[in-house]
């Protein structure tokens, strides 16, 4: 008889759970496309605010697309309506403009949707804030100097050694960074910048980008893993290859969540110094990218994770993070299908993206679990591929 209850407020648990909703916010950005398949793993509905014309609404795990309509504005406004109606048990926003937004303006109906339960963290979403923090947590970072205006690229100059990397405050997608390999090119950029905000200068360091996707619970480290950047540039990566955790990293990790009380998925970029092996943490933009559901074919299991997360009143001891195994498969190249073939496109390489695309025996692709998904992606291929030869 108490094993049949036991089963029943089990079912019941699980009914529940089903019950609760994630709604998951996105503008122009396409973060969000896989989200859904890894919250309905996870045992909950995936809806979806958004524009029309962003892909991530295609998703075939979806349970309900809510047109944003095309501007911020009326992004916004639908936002707070449905966060004030209660419907949800956790808002997920997907895109770094929308949380800068909400931060700086600020938007204070929203500000509670921030990732970030430190108040006085959340500077941590403009660059000059991250760089300063990670020092005051003793978190290895590049040296960095703060330029306000042309006269203080000269101080810059005598802090950091050449060559060095400008980044605007706030930037996006590899936006507003630039490379200064001598005195001329720095003083040239910042003699034209408009300073409407300031620039943050570092020591710049030849090295392998290295990707972390985590998730945290108030603080509290759940799951991450960690990738090397093939073929990287400026922009967001779209080809990895997966490795074994890294301690340091994963230490790197905890001290940074718990001083700024992260609460959500945060997309890590880490550099590996090629002179030194030396780990440098660059930057945590909190909130999900658009590789975290391929995790779980690599040992990292997201879905488990992602259901702490939403019973973290229940959490006790953080979950031992050991079962990414050390033989991990290290030989084979991972495409986010589609960016990868228009990266190339793009670059006026439409050979190269042919081969790359026929490249079953070395390139894996995971989009064929979402039929509706794949469908959209393949149409847009080909408009993008019928466009590149008009």
């Given amino acids: 008889m108490s094993s049949l209850l036991a089963e029943g407020q089990t079912l019941i648990s699980e009914q529940n759970q089903m019950q609760s909703r994630i709604l998951l916010v996105a503008g122009a950005w396409d973060n969000l496309a896989e ?10 509905y995936a809806d979806i605010l958004c524009p029309k014309d962003n892909i991530s609404r295609h998703s075939s795990f979806l349970n309900q697309w809510i047109d944003s309509g095309n501007s911020w504005a009326s992004l916004i406004k639908i936002l707070i309506e449905l966060d004030q109606s209660a419907v949800y048990s956790h808002i997920l926003i997907g895109e770094d403009p929308l949380l800068w937004q909400i931060y700086d303006e600020p938007i204070k109906d929203l500000t509670h949707l921030l ?15 991250f760089a300063q923090l990670c020092l005051d947590l003793d978190i290895a970072s590049p040296k960095f100097s703060i330029i306000e205006s042309p006269e203080h690229a000269k101080t810059a100059l005598m802090q950091l050694d050449l060559p060095m990397v400008t980044k605007v405050n706030y ?14 090119s720095l003083l040239e950029y910042v003699a034209q910048y408009e300073f409407t905000q300031p620039l943050l200068a ?3 360091i030849e090295g392998e980008t290295l990707s972390v996707e985590a998730l945290f619970s108030n603080g509290q480290l759940l799951e991450y893993i960690c990738s090397v950047d093939i073929d990287p540039t400026l922009g967001p990566s779209t080809k990895r290859r997966y490795m074994p955790r890294i301690s340091e990293i994963g230490s790197m990790l905890k001290r940074l969540g718990e001083f700024t009380k992260l609460h959500g998925f945060a997309n890590v970029t880490i550099l590996r110094e090629v002179s030194s092996g030396a780990l440098y943490l660059i930057e945590a933009d909190p909130r999900p ?7 779980h074919w690599f040992g990292a299991n997201f879905a488990e994770a992602f259901r702490l997360f939403m019973n973290n009143d229940q959490l006790s001891n953080p979950p031992h993070l050991n079962y990414l195994a050390e033989n991990i498969v290290t030989h084979w190249n991972i495409e986010h299908f589609d960016t990868h073939f228009l990266k190339l496109l793009r670059a006026d390489k439409p050979l190269n993206a042919v081969i790359h695309l026929l490249d079953f025996d070395n390139t ?15 149409l ?7 466009d590149n030869f008009d």
């Fill in 35 to 44: 989200m859904p398949y890894l919250i309905r793993q996870s045992g909950y």
């Fill in 202 to 204: 570092q020591n710049f």
């Fill in 364 to 378: 894996l692709r995971y989009v064929l679990h979402d039929p509706s998904l794949l469908r959209e992606k393949t």
């Fill in 171 to 184: 930037s996006s997608a590899g936006q507003g960074v630039r490379i200064h390999r001598d005195r001329t």
């Fill in 115 to 129: 990732p970030i339960r430190e108040p006085k963290a959340r500077s941590m979403i403009g660059k000059i804030h």
């Fill in 289 to 295: 990218n658009k590789w975290v559901h391929y995790a």
């Fill in 380 to 386: 847009r291929l080909r408009k993008q591929f019928n």
